[in-house]
Nanobody, 126 residues
Framework: RVELVESGGGSVQAGGSLRLSCGRS????????VAWFRQAPGKEREAVAT????????SYTDSVKGRFTISQDNAEKTVYLQMNSLKPEDTAMYYC???????????????????WGQGTQVTVSS
């Protein structure tokens, strides 16, 4: 059974940085992808970054490219999301999730992710 625990959220001013951590216990072939999602009030949950853990291949949504970096530390069984140059529109609850890959690629549909963490709040003020 895979379990995920996020940490690292907080409040920062625009232009600042935060690093989110997602500690993972357990691994199955149905959890090869780890993704960071976010959900702002009144908006749908969206994937911001994914990592295919066997190869560390990553992908990002356009709005965070060049600012966010997803990475993993296999020894610590942790996936990170380094967020730089934060903007007020990045304000949301951030969730990590583990799920299926398709042809060794990670997709972004929430229905593909069967295990979710509890979420951590990120607030960016202008």
């Amino acid at each position: 059974r895979v379990e995920l625990v996020e940490s690292g959220g907080g409040s920062v001013q625009a232009g600042g940085s935060l690093r989110l951590s997602c500690g993972r216990s357990g691994y199955t072939v149905t959890s090869a992808c780890v993704a960071w999602f976010r959900q702002a009030p009144g908006k749908e949950r969206e994937a911001v970054a994914t990592i295919y853990t066997p190869t560390s291949n990553t992908s990002y949504t356009d709005s965070v490219k060049g600012r966010f970096t997803i990475s993993q530390d296999n020894a610590e069984k942790t996936v990170y999301l380094q967020m730089n140059s934060l903007k007020p529109e990045d304000t949301a609850m951030y969730y990590c999730a583990a799920g299926l890959s398709l042809d060794r690629r990670c997709l972004t549909g929430t229905h593909l992710y069967g295990t979710w963490g509890q979420g951590t709040q990120v607030t960016v003020s202008s």
